[in-house]
């Protein structure tokens, strides 16, 4: 055993495993600071209270029994369906208030606690690791939210100004896209946000749906593919906010409107515009705002994911690609139309996904030259949108049928650049099968 764990592979899994560890306590001391509970906290509450992610526990659950088979599934799922039941009955027994928690939930985390402790006192060898793994992907999903929702606390609460007034400037290059799709989402009445907030709340579940095809073969194959959706939506929330501390910005409808839902975010908004008059061209200035509200606008990190998985619903059935592309075209709606974020938070989104993604597909298929190219060019236009949203936004403004076009050319170069290279990856993949065999003459 001690052999194994000498083996460069484990090595790096175990250095993985204890950063990973580090920096949730890192975040849970951060946030005890701040009197908030931190992601192990919350996470932890969740085996006994309800749980504020009961569809993300059940998604959770459902990555992990990837690996089990279709009578371990049935087992597990009707085990978390009968504590959850156990627990609503206790609840509804001793009358315990719920607040904003789930009725259901605590049966999927039971679950996927129990699958660990099965996988280290009931298994060996490979079938312990490929268990352990599943867990690790269930739990991962969650405590990404946790560690996400963490994260938003701290940018409220550490970046006392923001630079929404520069990304609002440099918005009119686009159009001040929040604007118009704020008015048109208004105008379809209480139907279309409902719908649109639906698509914007359950993303991770609709990641689940198309990393729960792509993992489909696990149980089979007794393997995990070298590359799925989870890993890019992880990598995502983990680089996310570093983003968001360096760049921090709220967002059209708290810096220009009433806040989301009317929460006041006027006493602290520029003006009240959103979404009926488009923000004047004046010069930009860092302003203050509240020690509430997350600072999460640059990159769109819900365009992001949208757009991922976009990306990996194109090697399915065809429900699954016209799933992924009304997933993306709805989140893209609400972003803009819940006056959640600019236009051009989205094209920095659509930059920042498409160098992740081709790094983690360089990773594992070992780097080499348009691979390396790829990712340090789609690194580089990244750079450089920050840089002229905050240095440049005047000139963007006063200029938008040169910056507006600029913006877009650069978004659709690192697209253009990712299919080209890709394809070529799979040309090279496809090239030693297609190579016909050596035939025997006869002389």
Known sequence: MFAAWRQPRAMLWATVGVAALGFLVALEIAARRYGMPGPITNQAQEVIFAPKSGPLLYAGMALMMVVLTW???????????????????????????????????????????GHAVIAITRRTGRERVLLLKGVGLGLLLVAGRKTGDTWLLITSKTRPVVLDQYLATADHALGNPSWLVGRIVRATGPIGAHVLDYVYIQLAVAAVVVALYQLRNVAVERRFPRHHLVRTFLVIGLLGPGIYMIFPVVGPIFAYGSGAFGTGGEHWAVASLWPDTPPPINTPHPMPYDEITPRNCVPSLHTAWATAIFIHSRKGPRILRLAGTFWLVATLGATLGFGYHYGVDLVAGVV?????????????????????????????????LLVSYRYLPMEMAEHP?????????AMASVIYGYVRTTKLWELKAAAPAQQPEPQLELV
Not at 82 to 107: C, E, S
Not at 356 to 375: K, M, N
């Open 71 to 113: 009578r371990q599934r049935f087992i597990a799922a009707g085990a978390a369906i009968g504590i959850d039941v156990a627990f609503l009955l206790v609840r509804w027994a001793v009358d315990a208030k719920m607040t904003d928690g789930h009725p259901f939930g605590n049966g999927a985390l039971w679950v996927i606690l």
């Open 352 to 384: 920042f996904v498409f160098t992740i993604e081709a790094a983690l597909r360089s990773l594992d298929r070992g780097w080499d030259r348009p691979g390396i190219q790829l990712v340090t060019y789609g690194a580089a236009v990244f750079a450089a």
């Open 401 to 409: 049928w040169v910056f507006g076009p600029l913006l877009i050319l």
